[in-house]
């Protein structure tokens, strides 16, 4: 059985929501994660998501970000999102691309300490 397992949390002192995922993903699942992760930034009126994908298994095709997208943007607007994943994969990189295509403020990272500094500063 595949299974999606998330964390969120909030820190107060750097107004920062920290979410991470494990696991195996599917499309939906991606743009599950982002409307939840934006309603929990909308109930502490933050505007900074770090999300910690290096754990996680992308069980779509690529070609799927094209149509996930527009949905992720939608959730994402006026959010900053630091992405720290494990390696620079293509769907890192394509999902970063495509993100940025719509206006979203995001960057990957290869560790949790720059990805918040990044966060902290922006």
């Known amino acids: 059985m595949q299974t999606l397992s998330t964390s969120i949390t909030y820190d107060e002192s750097t107004s920062l929501v920290m979410m991470t ?10 743009i599950k994660t982002y ?5 929990y930034a909308q109930d502490y009126k933050s ?3 770090l999300i910690d994908v290096t754990e996680l298994e992308h069980n ?3 070609i799927d970000i094209v149509s996930l997208m527009p949905k992720v943007a939608n ?3 006026n959010i900053k999102l630091a992405r720290v994943v494990s390696f620079d994969g293509y769907m890192h990189d394509l999902f970063l691309q495509k993100a940025k295509r719509f206006g979203i403020t995001v960057e990957n990272f290869d560790c949790f300490k720059s990805a918040k500094l990044w966060l ?3």
Request: aromatic share 4%.
């Open 21 to 30: 995922l494990r696991g195996v993903v599917t499309a939906e699942d991606v």
């Open 35 to 39: 409307q939840r992760a934006n309603q």
């Open 47 to 49: 505007s900074k998501l």
């Open 60 to 62: 779509f095709a690529a």
């Open 75 to 77: 959730a994402l607007q």
């Open 120 to 122: 902290s500063n922006a």
